[in-house]
């Protein structure tokens, strides 16, 4: 799980208890914005992978499986994939 994601489950249960500060609420937006460029980077990734399945390109499939297994392992992005 990214950090991210673990700050965000630890901002909703606060906001459950009390108002959020000024702060935290700002927290949450950048870990919202955060969450969507990872989301669409993973997409993104999947989608190059269908499209190497339909064209039966197993040497770039298993490149793009290396980058989805990193990006998750890693929990965002790296700066040498250019996916």
Wanted: glycine share 4%.
């Amino acid at each position: 799980m990214l950090s991210v994601h673990w700050r965000l489950a630890e901002l909703w249960t606060l906001q459950k208890k009390r108002g959020l500060t000024e702060d935290e609420e700002s927290e949450v937006n950048a870990c919202l914005h955060y969450n969507a460029i990872y989301a669409r980077k993973l997409a993104g990734l999947y989608n190059l992978s269908l499209a190497a399945s339909m064209v039966k390109d197993t040497a770039w499939q298993h490149e793009i499986c290396q980058a989805i297994e990193k990006l998750e392992h890693q929990g965002g992005a790296s700066p040498e994939m250019k996916f």
